[in-house]
């Protein structure tokens, strides 16, 4: 809508010009949710969280720090703990009330009413906390927030009153600060010499009470401060300008206000308004980046208003020094206290996101550059090169805007993140080969040898990421445009990232399931395991588990029409066995394989279909081993042979599953598509493997035999111990557990694998403490003994070039 607002220049101390400037805007929200209460809500609750787990780590150092801070209260005269217990009890009852009475007079009763909701939840939360600890909590927790005496472990007067002054940021106010703290400090003196609280209930019902504070002030919303249009003119015209017109466009991709604001003398500015509230945005997802990335690629998680407006003003003259093509920067002003500006001459202008592809001739990709080139002379780094960010004015002539993100003095790092940035964009727009042979024009074949090690996603903006999820293949086309420029050129590998997220998944999971061991372990007495097992059961075991590796060689042999050694073959399974304490179980097998089929002369595409076909038909055999062996136990306890309730409910519920993936269209559409992509390639090989009858024997016989083997390994543990289990049913339990252990994304299936056939062998009628001992026995057998033979294995072939 149109809001006409009066400026006088009066007010500035200009001559009055008597006009009245219509700000075409739309009217600003009264309340907003500020994205730094929720950072504070989060943080809060994170310390609250950590303060609970420290206390619990350290009872007794608590206990002992809380033992003399009673001790020192208690020594304070009977006079003053009553004074400071009455001045405490009212002063905590009667600062808010008299703030409260002071913001009604200023007509903020809002503020008063947000207080009060906040208040009364946080008193709800503490008597339901107060509840839940005394009658269902943890006996430590229950020790610690109340020590053992009959009193609150969280403080229901406490609690509110904070979470009050929180709601209505009385933090702001320093004379209303220092009365809240002097009466909270008086009221908890009073309660630890009463022994009427804990130290550790002091600290938590002070961090719940500002929880519940930010909380309110995120979920109700916060009186919007940010400075409406009226405010922008009057801050324009003390910096000179004569305003007669403005409207807001669209904001830019940081989410800052924009106003398009005509003078008097015909010119047009384009002003950017960087709002204090917004500084926080993004703020998870930056931090995120600044702990994934190296040091030298991020940027600060938060950064002030001052920062913010220094920071973009410095970059753009900056920039204007350098010669680039950009929107000349005419003044800064602070607007208020909750805003600021940057005043830019308005260009007529288009983002190259709204031309079309065909319309990015070979002139304009060499002006992208040219003002890249100059940017980089003078060591500057634009950080941001998108669609957006790169526009073509009505003469065709390049301009580079949101110069907020960029960098004075960059290092050859940043300089070269920036190539790369626009080779992975304009090659979206305009494929590899026409992005790479515009860009080695202006910056040289040089030049982009030396950014081809950053050719990686993580390099990239967010938007450039999520569009090359469409496009797989154009990081690898770049490269390749590249090195046939440059084919001697020698590519030196820089990590970005320190860690990536996979490695994050698999070090929490590897850490459970650690865990779970120790706890198992914990469980049973190794040196009674030790002398109590039948190890000749524990040899058997130990000799088929041997046997699996020759079968895997056999099964591999199967699926490859060229003929493969069977040494090396063996060698490479067992390389596999060392590759998995890196790797989950269902990974690393399919990565040495498949590379000890490419080091054999095997093209890529038909290795990694062998590999895709052995994996296949093993999921076939596995699925239908289930299901006879499951058929056979259940009919072992009966005289007929009908099959068990069992199967046939799993029967059915997978014909269920099979019907809903049938019947919903997404459903169907993704896995008819998954199926097309997996049989493209393996079909054709397995055809290949079918008109060999020594090839089909190897691979279905080599199939089955592994599996053969793992169960007698996991059979000869059960007996080791004292047996009682029939052949099917240790089978089922294998296959099950096998299944799960594939799945989990820890090394090797650690933890998984024991915890589903611990599961499955207790189910199946073994004793928790025998079936724990034959799971760590066959888990010795098949996963931690063959680390050491693997690790040789391993080395010795890539000593002879094998892998």
């Not at 990335?293 to 998680?301: D, G, I, M, P, Q």
């Not at 990686?456 to 445009?481: F, G, Y």
Request: charged letters at 15%; proline letters at 4%; aromatic letters at 6%.
């Amino acid at each position: 809508m149109v809001r006409a607002i009066e400026e006088r220049d009066e007010q500035a101390g200009a001559p009055d010009r008597g006009g009245v400037v219509l700000v075409v805007e739309p009217l600003l929200p009264q309340r907003i949710r500020r994205p730094s209460d929720a950072l504070r809500f989060l943080l809060t609750l994170a310390s609250l969280a950590a303060v609970i787990l420290l206390a619990l780590g350290l009872q007794r150092t608590l206990n002992g720090l809380e033992t003399d801070v009673q001790a020192g209260t208690g020594r304070a005269p009977d006079l003053l703990t009553s004074v400071a217990g009455l001045l405490g009890g009212v002063a905590v009852l009667i600062v808010p009330v008299a703030f409260a009475v002071e913001r009604v007079f200023h007509r903020d009763g809002m503020r008063v009413a947000q207080g009060l909701v906040a208040a009364i939840l946080a008193l709800l939360l503490a008597y339901t906390a107060d509840e839940w600890v005394v009658t269902h909590g943890p006996a430590e927790l229950r020790q610690l927030l109340t020590g053992g005496r009959d009193i609150e472990p969280i403080s229901t007067v406490l609690t509110p009153a904070i979470a009050y002054a929180t709601a209505v940021r009385m933090s702001r106010r320093p004379q209303w600060r220092a009365l809240m703290w002097a009466a909270l400090l008086l009221d908890m003196f009073a309660l630890f010499t009463a022994t009427k609280v804990t130290a550790l209930g002091i600290i938590v019902s002070y961090l719940v009470g500002m929880a519940v504070g930010f909380g309110t002030l995120y979920g109700i919303g916060s009186a919007n401060t940010r400075p409406p249009g009226s405010s922008v003119i009057a801050a324009l015209r003390r910096l000179g300008f004569h305003p007669i017109s403005a409207r807001r466009i669209e904001d830019d991709q940081s989410g800052s206000r924009r106003y398009l604001v005509g003078l008097e003398d015909q010119r047009r500015l384009d002003v950017t308004v960087l709002d204090r509230d917004q500084q926080v945005a993004g703020f998870a997802y930056r931090l995120w980046r600044r702990i994934r990335l190296n040091t030298e690629t991020h940027r600060r998680a938060i950064r002030s208003l001052r920062a913010e407006l220094e920071r973009e003003a410095l970059m753009a003259y900056a920039a204007q020094a350098a010669g680039a093509s950009i929107p000349r920067l005419l003044g800064t002003s602070e607007v208020g206290t909750e805003a600021a500006l940057l005043a830019y001459e308005h260009v007529d202008s288009r983002p190259i996101a709204e031309i079309p592809d065909d319309e990015l001739d070979d002139e304009l990709l060499a002006g992208i550059w040219e003002q890249v080139r100059l940017l980089h002379a003078h060591r500057l780094a634009h950080r941001h090169l998108t669609g957006e960010s790169i526009q073509v004015d009505d003469s065709g002539r390049v301009l580079l805007v949101d110069a907020r993100s960029g960098e004075i003095a960059a290092g050859d790092l940043l300089l070269r993140l920036d190539v790369v940035q626009l080779l992975a964009y304009l090659g979206l727009r305009v494929g590899a080969e026409r992005s790479v042979k515009a860009a080695a024009a202006v910056l040289g074949a040089n030049m982009l040898a030396g950014a081809m090690p950053l050719l990686q996603r993580i390099a990239l903006t967010r938007v450039t990421r999520a569009a090359m999820s469409r496009d797989k293949e154009l990081l690898p086309a770049i490269r390749e445009h590249i090195v046939a420029m440059k084919p001697q050129v020698e590519v030196e590998e820089i990590r970005l990232e320190r860690f990536r997220p996979r490695t994050l998944v698999t070090i929490i999971a590897s850490t459970l399931a650690a865990y779970f061991l120790l706890s198992q372990l914990s469980k049973v007495n190794l040196v009674s395991v030790i002398t109590s097992a039948n190890w000749a059961w524990g040899g058997i075991a130990l000799v088929a588990a041997g046997l699996s590796y020759v079968a895997a060689a056999i099964m591999l042999r199967g699926f490859v029409p060229e003929n493969l050694p069977l040494g090396r073959t063996v060698l490479a399974q067992l390389a596999a066995s060392f590759v998995k304490l890196v790797a989950p179980a269902a990974v690393g097998g399919v990565a040495i394989n498949t590379r000890y089929l490419q080091k054999r002369g095997i093209p890529p595409g038909p290795a990694v279909a062998s590999v895709g076909a052995s994996q296949l038909v093993g999921l076939a055999f596995h699925i239908s081993l289930l299901l006879l062996f499951g058929y056979v136990t259940g009919t072992q306890q009966t005289t007929t042979l009908s099959p068990s309730r069992t199967v046939i409910v799993v029967l059915l519920a997978l014909a269920v599953v099979m019907l809903i993936v049938l019947a919903v269209g997404p459903l169907r559409r993704l896995v008819t598509t998954r199926v097309k992509a997996m049989f493209s390639g393996v079909v054709p090989r397995l055809l290949d493997v079918l008109q060999s009858p020594r090839k089909v024997t190897e691979a279905f016989g080599g199939t089955l035999l592994l599996t053969l083997f793992f169960v007698t390994c996991l059979q000869a543990c059960v007996e080791a111990f004292g047996g009682g289990l029939s052949f099917t049913a240790v089978a089922v339990v294998f296959l099950a557990g096998n299944a799960i252990g594939s799945a989990a994304p820890t090394p090797g299936g650690l933890g998984a694998v024991e915890a589903s056939l611990s599961l499955g062998l207790t189910v199946a009628g073994l004793p928790g403490t025998v079936a724990t001992s034959a799971v760590l026995l066959f888990r010795l057998m098949t996963f931690w003994l063959p680390v050491l033979p693997g690790w040789g294995a391993f080395a010795w072939l890539q000593r002879h070039n094998a892998l």
